[in-house]
C-alpha cells in the first residue's frame, strides 16, 4: 500500500462509506476553485493595502496571516480526501498550477516592504557589470560613487560586501542584463523558478505514488508567495535547485550522476547548506555514480568562485564569515540556547564562538552520520532525510528569518501524514512533520518584533510548541524502539 492510500484509508479521515467518498470526490474540485477565488480576493485586498516602502506594516502583516485559512483550508480538503482520477486528476493539478501563478502575479509588480535585500542583488550585478567585485567593494566605498543610483539609495548594509555566492549572482547579473535596474523582472524568474519547483515536486508525488495535488502545500501558500514573488528573496533559486537535485537523482536518464551533481553544486552556490544533498543522493550508489556525482559538484563549486576570485583578487566570500558568526535575536534554538549559555558562564567572545562552533559541528556531524547510516540501510526516504537536514542547518544557524523556510514547504508536501489514527495511534512522522508546517507558516510573526523585549514573546509561541511537539514525537519513537528490540530478541 503506497503513503498516500494509507493515508487517505485511515478511519479518523476517510468517509465511513463509498457513497460519501464520492460524495467528497464529487464536490473536491468545485470546493478547490472556490477556496481559490477566496485566496485571489485576499491577494488582491494585500496589494490595494501594500504600504509603501519604510512605512508601518503591522496591520498588512495581519491581513496576510488571515490569508493563510483559505490556504490552510484548501491543504485540509487535499490531505482528508481522496484524489481525484483519470483526466479529473489532471485538470485539478493544472487548476493549482494555475492558481499559483495567478497569485503571484498579483503581487509581482509590488516594491518589497518588508526587506531591501533584493535592492541589494540588483546593486551587486550593476557593480558586477561594471568591473567591480561585490565581495569586495561594500556600497559606499567611495570607488563606486559614480554607480549610485535609485538601486543604492534603497539598498541597506551599505558597509559591507556582498554575502550572496556565485550562483545566486549569476541569477542577479542575468536579471540586469534583460532589463537593467528593473527589480519586476529579478522578481519574475524568480516566480518562473518557483514554477519549475512546483513541476518537480508533481513529479517526485508521482513518483511516490502520491496524490499530486499535494503540490498545493507549497504552490498556494502565501509565505512563498510573499516572501518572493513580492519581496524578492533569492532563496526561490536554492529551493529550485535542491529539488530538482532529487528529482535527477530518482530519475533513470544515463547521465543523471553528473546532472545531480551539478543540480547539488548550484544549490550550494545559491546557499551553502545544499551540500548536504550528497548525503542523501550518495548512499548505495554504484562507485562509478558516486565518483561521477563528486567530481561534476565539486569542479562546479570551483568554477564557480573562479571568476570572482580573479576579479577581487583572491577575495570570493565577503560578508559571509561575519554574517554566520554574529549573534542575533532570530537565531536557531541551538545558536539562542549556546548564545544564553555563554552568557550563564560568562565567557568571553572568542571561547563562546568556540563552544559554539563545537556544538554546531558535533551536531551536525551527528545528524549528518545518522542520516549517512539510514539512507544506507534504505531506513530512511530522501525526502525525509533532506527536512531533517536542513532542519538542522537551520537549529544552528545565527539567523532564521520567514523566507528562509519556503524550503521546508515541499517536503512537507511529500511527508505529512495524520497525527493520529485509530489503529496506529500518534503518528510520529504526522506529528514532527506537522510541528514543521506550524513553524514554517507561523514565523512570519516575526515580523512583529520589533524591540528585544517581544522575542521572548515570539519564542514562547513559535519555537517552544515546535521544540515540545520534537521532543513528543522522538521520545515516543524511542520508546517503539525499545520495544521492537525487545520484541526481536525474543
Given at each position: 500500500?503506497s503513503?498516500a ?6 478511519p ?7 457513497s460519501?467518498h464520492?460524495?467528497?470526490q464529487?464536490?473536491?474540485l468545485?470546493i ?11 491577494m488582491?485586498?494585500?496589494?490595494m493595502?501594500?504600504p509603501?516602502m519604510d512605512?508601518p506594516?503591522t496591520s498588512?502583516?495581519l491581513?496576510w496571516i488571515?490569508?493563510f ?5 484548501a491543504?485540509g ?15 485539478e493539478v493544472g487548476i493549482i498550477?494555475?492558481g499559483a501563478l495567478v ?8 516594491p ?5 535585500d533584493s ?6 550585478a ?8 561585490p565581495y569586495?567593494?561594500?556600497p ?13 539609495d534603497n539598498?541597506?548594509y551599505?558597509?559591507v ?9 549569476a ?5 540586469y542584463?534583460?532589463?537593467?535596474d528593473n527589480l519586476v523582472v529579478?522578481?519574475?524568474i524568480?516566480?518562473?523558478?518557483e514554477?519549475?519547483?512546483?513541476g518537480a515536486?508533481i ?8 496524490d ?8 498556494w ?9 513580492m519581496?524578492?528573496?533569492?532563496e526561490?533559486?536554492?529551493l529550485v535547485f535542491t529539488?530538482?537535485a ?8 544515463r547521465?543523471?550522476?553528473g546532472v545531480?551533481?551539478?543540480?547539488i ?5 545559491t546557499?551553502?547548506y ?21 567530481v561534476?559538484?565539486g569542479?562546479t563549486?570551483?568554477l564557480?568562485?573562479v571568476?570572482y576570485?580573479?576579479l577581487?583578487h583572491?577575495?570570493?566570500?565577503g560578508f ?6 554574529e549573534y542575533s535575536?532570530?537565531?536557531?534554538s541551538?545558536?539562542?540556547?549556546m ?5 550563564h ?5 572568542m ?6 562552533y563545537?556544538?554546531d559541528l558535533?551536531l551536525?556531524g551527528?545528524?549528518?552520520l ?12 530522501m525526502e525525509a532525510a533532506?527536512?531533517?537536514?536542513i ?21 512537507i508536501a511529500l511527508?505529512i501524514?495524520p ?5 496506529g ?13 506550524y ?5 512570519i510573526?516575526?515580523y512583529f518584533?520589533t ?14 510548541p ?6 513528543i514525537?522522538?521520545?515516543i519513537?524511542?520508546r517503539r524502539m525499545?520495544v521492537?528490540?525487545?520484541e526481536?530478541?525474543?
Amino acid at each position: 500500500m503506497s503513503a498516500a492510500q494509507s493515508f487517505h484509508s485511515s478511519p479518523e479521515l476517510a468517509p465511513a462509506t463509498a457513497s460519501q467518498h464520492r460524495c467528497w470526490q464529487q464536490w473536491r474540485l468545485p470546493i478547490l476553485c472556490l477556496l481559490l477565488l477566496v485566496s485571489v480576493g485576499f491577494m488582491l485586498v494585500l496589494r490595494m493595502t501594500a504600504p509603501p516602502m519604510d512605512t508601518p506594516v503591522t496591520s498588512w502583516i495581519l491581513l496576510w496571516i488571515v490569508s493563510f485559512l483559505p490556504y490552510l483550508a484548501a491543504s485540509g480538503l487535499i490531505l482528508a480526501t481522496r484524489p481525484l482520477e483519470g483526466r479529473w486528476r489532471w485538470i485539478e493539478v493544472g487548476i493549482i498550477l494555475l492558481g499559483a501563478l495567478v497569485l503571484r502575479s498579483i503581487l509581482l509588480p509590488l516594491p518589497p516592504n518588508l526587506s531591501h535585500d533584493s535592492w541589494r542583488y540588483l546593486w551587486d550585478a550593476r557593480i558586477t557589470l561594471h568591473g567591480y567585485s561585490p565581495y569586495v567593494y561594500a556600497p559606499h566605498d567611495a570607488v563606486l560613487v559614480h554607480l549610485r543610483n535609485f538601486i543604492y539609495d534603497n539598498s541597506r548594509y551599505r558597509n559591507v560586501p556582498t554575502l550572496y555566492p556565485p550562483a545566486a549572482q549569476a541569477v542577479y547579473l542575468l536579471s540586469y542584463l534583460i532589463a537593467p535596474d528593473n527589480l519586476v523582472v529579478f522578481k519574475g524568474i524568480l516566480v518562473l523558478l518557483e514554477m519549475v519547483t512546483c513541476g518537480a515536486l508533481i513529479v517526485l508525488l508521482r513518483y511516490r505514488g502520491m496524490d499530486l495535488s499535494r503540490c498545493l502545500i507549497y504552490a498556494w501558500c502565501p509565505l512563498p508567495i510573499v516572501e518572493f514573488a513580492m519581496q524578492g528573496h533569492h532563496e526561490a533559486i536554492t529551493l529550485v535547485f535542491t529539488i530538482l537535485a532529487l528529482v535527477s537523482s530518482l530519475s533513470s536518464w544515463r547521465w543523471n550522476a553528473g546532472v545531480t551533481g551539478l543540480l547539488i553544486a548550484l544549490a550550494t552556490l545559491t546557499n551553502i547548506y545544499p551540500i548536504l544533498l550528497l548525503l542523501v543522493v550518495l548512499p548505495r550508489r554504484s562507485r562509478a555514480w558516486m565518483i561521477t556525482c563528486l567530481v561534476v559538484c565539486g569542479i562546479t563549486v570551483i568554477l564557480g568562485y573562479v571568476p570572482y576570485i580573479i576579479l577581487g583578487h583572491g577575495q570570493a566570500f565577503g560578508f559571509f564569515a561575519t554574517y554566520v558568526s554574529e549573534y542575533s535575536r532570530n537565531g536557531g534554538s541551538v545558536m539562542l540556547f549556546m548564545q544564553w549559555l555563554s552568557e550563564h558562564l560568562q565567557l568571553n567572545g572568542m571561547m563562546a564562538h568556540i563552544l559554539s562552533y563545537t556544538v554546531d559541528l558535533l551536531l551536525v556531524g551527528g545528524v549528518a552520520l545518522v542520516i549517512w547510516w539510514q539512507r544506507q540501510h534504505k531506513r530512511i526516504s530522501m525526502e525525509a532525510a533532506t527536512l531533517i537536514l536542513i532542519g538542522t542547518v537551520f537549529c544552528v544557524s545565527t539567523h532564521v528569518f520567514p523566507w528562509y523556510n519556503p524550503a521546508l514547504l515541499p517536503w512537507i508536501a511529500l511527508l505529512i501524514g495524520p497525527v493520529w489514527t485509530r489503529l496506529g495511534g500518534l503518528s510520529i512522522k504526522g506529528l514532527a512533520t506537522g510541528m514543521i508546517w506550524y513553524f514554517a507558516c507561523a514565523s512570519i510573526t516575526a515580523y512583529f518584533v520589533t524591540s528585544s523585549s517581544s522575542w521572548p514573546i515570539y519564542y514562547l509561541c513559535i519555537y517552544d510548541p515546535v521544540l515540545i511537539g520534537l521532543g513528543i514525537a522522538a521520545f515516543i519513537g524511542f520508546r517503539r524502539m525499545r520495544v521492537k528490540r525487545k520484541e526481536w530478541k525474543r
